[in-house]
């Protein structure tokens, strides 16, 4: 057993970011020449040039027509068939919706279990996740024999780690065709779509007010409404006060919903659980208002208030009326 | 359709968290429980498709004795039995370790469809139910909004990244891992509270499952995140506050 594949995930022809950060995490648990990336569908020629443009140590095409659309019974059947035949010693996926759907599966039939939404990696392959929606770091070690699963989290290793590498000549490729059947695949993937057209394009915003969990009800909104308003900024909201309706969808900030970096975001009740920072930590100023001093938000916030929004909001909404 | 609907117990979202001594786990004195919010939304999609199709929901719970208080909330709720996986060591299992557990009581049920979250708001590591497919060969699909049950199977809606959706169809039997806010949730009733009382709950041990335990990952140590940014945390009444942060804005980050 010896290497690390890299499982690179792909969107409309191209590789995802997301993809060269988990090559960059590769990067730390060995040299770029034990390193393989593993791009998989119906065509990827594409995909296997530009991997290897990166100066990987080799490229492996896992090409077969079944493989598109993406299903989780043709991904897995095709990367144990890869896995068995390379052998590796660790296999690092992004931790995208896709590697969630199928990584863990493909982990179980190796009798494996991934260590997944990695966000940090320290020698002797310990690995750092977060429990309890982001209040505590968890630091895991493979213990079994065979292959380590691991998934890396959006925006946790640098991407342009990888490009340091790019100049080297560019690494071989090779294909591999596992044996699929149509029979293996039992379910019928549709076409994706959206719900409706977007009216608020929160990624342009200048300003945004966000207002998570700590609203409590759905007739407290006029507040945070009322400092967006005094502010000239947009109103968001994390996941679960869309989930009540309370806010529609397309004002969710976070992984499943909108990427935004205005000059202020200012969190309002909002713990800070991974799914809506990766959504705005790239923010030029955070603030946040909370009532518990160890939520998540305070470490991505530049300011913050430890407090009760209920005073907090409808002082800040006077102060800024009153410098107007 | 008979469904089993996987159920965790986790602490309590406003539950303070304080790391154990030793360092592996976190300190569960006087702590507040919860039910998982994914697999309350799970619960409730079993409880819908349940009202129209007909059937039975089971809901099934893996952890210590507390647990019985999370399961007679889903029994309050409308699930019409339920089976409790008594063990003590479900926090140094990992992931392969739980699903094996949930499988193994699973599969004497030989269920239409079994529903969970699409993670724990504890561990998080969103993968019990993909595993106990595959431990079960069933086919599977994750973070499902909706169920719909067809001739076939079921057409579900699966959440795609960046507010895109897919239909997926699939033949019954089927593991699904539900996404939180596809449905609203409903509250336990006083009589469903009352009525409860009088459901089979059905009591069994980890090792009468034969689901062994032995982890290939293991949890070394948990502590507090380091800070990414240092937080200028602006102290006093929240009229200083504030007045203090809008000062800030405009004249040391000048975003206003």
Redesign the interface.
Known sequence: MSGILVILEERGGRIRSSSWEALAAALKLGPAQDITAVVIGAQTAALAAEAAAKGVGKVVRVEHPLLAPYTADGYCAALEQLLQNQGPTQVVFPHTYQVRDYAPALAARMGQSLIGDVVAIEDGAVFTRQLMQGRLNANYRHSGNGPCFVSTQAGAFRADAVDALAGASPATITTFTPNLDASQIRTEPGEPFREAAQTVDLGSAQRIVSVGRGIKEEQNLGLVKDLAAALGAELAASRPICDNGWLPMERQVGSSGQTVAPKLYLAVGISGAIQHLVGMKGSQCIVAINKDPDAPIFEVADYGIVGDLFEVVPALTETVKAAK | MKIVVAIKQV?D??A??R?APGGKW?DETDLQWAMNEPDAYALEEALQLKEKNGGEVVALSAGPERTGQTIREALAKGADRAIQVVCDDLGTR????V?KLLAAAIKPENPDLVLTG?QS???????TG??A???LGL?????ILHVEKTDAGVTVK??????????????LPAVLTM???GT?LRYATLMGIKRAKTKELKSVTAAELGADA????????????????S????PGS??E???A??E??KTE?R??
């Open positions: 602490p979202r406003d303070p968290v790391i976190i990992d992931a392969l370790g699903a699409l708001e504890d561990i998080g590591l969103g993968q993909v595993i497919a595959e431990l086919p599977h699909a994750t973070l699966r959440e795609l990244e960046e507010g895109w959706f897919q239909s997926i169809e699939m033949p996404q939180s806010g609203k032995a982890p290939v990952v293991v949890l070394e140590q948990i502590a507090l995140p380091k800070k990414q940014k937080t200028q945390i602006l929240p009229k506050a504030a007045a942060l809008i800030k804005l980050a975003v206003l």
